[in-house]
């Protein structure tokens, strides 16, 4: 493994949050000492929206701080790969064994289909709302933006606890 740097690698629930809430561009400025890795399996999920492919598809163009990498498991990643897939979606699946593989940090919000085998195998994963917490620490958005993110990502569909920031607690230390 050498001295590969961690990575951070994003399941379409973060990214389509961010994105829901008019905020990508923000999403790498949270980390910016970390690598973000989109998967060829994700970006085909979120691509069906043309919209979304459009914005990740000229970041990805544009902006060195993500990077689409191609999901190709073998020996043992792979029948875990297809294990996982038995229950759960492509995309979280193959973050998941990615990330065991390569000792990366994974970011989803789908806790109720990550968190068993993330604390089984000792990944570390990030959830909107702790990439939230960090902008709001790191000062890259204010509690009200905090607050106008969530409404924004609920108001399109999606689901985040309605939470004040300054008091949430993450778990996750990176």
């Keep these: 493994m050498g001295n590969r740097k961690t990575k951070i690698v994003l399941d379409a629930d973060v990214i389509i949050h ?29 691509s069906k929206n043309y919209k979304t492919k459009n914005l990740i598809d000229n970041y990805l163009h544009y902006f060195s701080k993500l990077k ?3 999901f190709s498991p073998k020996g043992e990643s792979m029948r875990e790969y297809f294990q996982l897939r038995q229950k759960l979606g492509k995309g979280e699946s193959a973050c998941m064994v990615y990330c065991k593989e390569h000792h990366d940090v994974l970011g989803s ?17 990030l959830t909107t709302l702790d990439f939230l917490y960090y902008a709001y620490h790191r000062k890259k958005l204010t509690q009200q933006e905090c607050t106008t993110f969530i409404q924004a990502v609920n108001d399109a569909g999606s689901k985040l606890p309605n939470i004040d920031i300054s008091q949430y607690k993450c778990d996750v230390a990176i």
């Design 109 to 125: 919000s789908n806790l109720k289909d990550i968190k068993e085998y993330c604390s089984h195998n000792n990944i570390s994963y």
């Design 68 to 70: 689409k990498e191609t």
């Design 18 to 46: 961010f994105i829901e809430a008019q905020a990508f561009s923000l999403l790498p400025d949270i980390f910016p000492e970390y690598e973000y890795i989109l998967l060829d399996i994700v970006y085909q999920e979120i």
